[in-house]
């Protein structure tokens, strides 16, 4: 544990930063320092999170309180690390991947009681860095921030962004291009790779720890299940059927589902190439790397439980000496996956087309799979398709109409749906308005890099309260197209 006491004229801030994990899991975390930031500068501060966390955010504006949010003071006693991980990425395994250009800065308790990491991505090369140089550009950092908030206001669990500070720094990419370091809050950074990485070190005392920190943080009944260490891994199995349900329900595209993108706590994390699908297409792919579309909206469950079956790999050692018993035991749990991810993605379904609960299966499966035939044949916007279905119950039948080119197949289909009696308000609570669309966010990233952070200010107004339609925020609703245009004079901030 360290404190650190704010001194001179600036609000004083009394930062606790634990290092937990630094201490437990010592051969899996470098001692490491961030590189200096000359010139720091704040670009973003997520206010209402930095509250959260006990954190004064007038403090975090001050000079000092820049200083810890790009890793340059370090509060006493706080050990900053590199996290060690591995990982498989587009299906190829890589022994050694690690924190390369990121920091876990220690762990804080927030006003909750709850403990969260504060990591740093950005913050300079580490001993993980292997060509990188250990930096990130302003652009992806604040593409991190909006699209992880975007996410936590529509309820997927997530990591958070508190701040986005640009360093002063240039970062050479194609051009070069201004740096930062983004300040992340996760539950923790453990991942699927942390596991790997563990596994493949034949230490299995360090296994045995990883994996009672993980359950001590993040499923703690799992310590009085009979067979602790498969409850753990159930739990992640679980978690992720459920978060990767939320992700489709949305159109949400992570883009590079690599397993040490793949946390253990079910937040999303690492918010790369990622996007919100428009027209409905299960091959869309957002990542230009991605060239086998491995990690394509459709591919997303299969790919979360082909990651979930490198963890069980992991892990085997732990759940039984007998290494048959161990197989059979996680082939069994890892077939929980489909069963969870599709009760929860059904239920989902069920909800965004305003049928209660109580609609059994067999009524709303084949309701669902036509529509999502009938979407994905007529390339129908993902997002203001259920605002307009909802709108469409209530008798304003043309915004919906406009949006099919095979109207009578609409009609059909529609005509199957009201008979159910949808209630359009449960709908409008969780359809979203406002999703970060690519383009929106291509613009608002443009514009902060010309310096203009007021298109960001507005999408981040609109994201981060999705359900409540605005009418001054109209353009950021609607899905791109060839002559959507003037965004930036839609919004007075
Ligand atoms: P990511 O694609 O951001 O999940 O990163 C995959 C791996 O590459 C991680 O080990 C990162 O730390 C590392 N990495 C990504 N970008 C850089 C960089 N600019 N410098 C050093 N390491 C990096
Ligand atoms: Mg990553």
Redesign the pocket.
Known sequence: MSTLEGMGVAPAQTVILGDRFARELAEMAIPWQAEKATDPRLLVLNEPLAVELGLDPEWLRSTEGLQLLVGNLVPEGATPVAQAYAGH?FGGYNAR??????LLLGELTDVNGRLRDLHLKGSG?TP???G?????AVGPMLREYVVSEAMHAMGIPTTRSLAVVATGRSVHRETLLPGAVLARVAASHLRVGSFQFAGSTGDVHLLRRLADHAITRHYPDAATAERPYLALFDGVVGAQASLIAKWMLVGFVHG?M?T??MTISGETI?F?PCGFMEAFDSATVYSSIDHDSRYAYGNQPTVAEWNLARLAEALLPLFHDDQEQAIALATQSLGGFRRHYTAAWSGGMRAKLGLPDSRTDEVSTPLVKDLLALLENNRVDHTTFYRDLAAFARGNTEPIRGKFLNLPAFDSWAARWLALVPDADLMDRVNPVYVPRNQLVEQALAAASEADLDPMGCLLDAVTRPYVERPDLAAYAAPASDDFGGYQTFCGT
């Open positions: 990425q991947l690690g924190d390369g250009r990121a090369r993980f860095a292997r990188g140089d250990g930096l990130a590079v690599n040490d993108n690492d790369g």
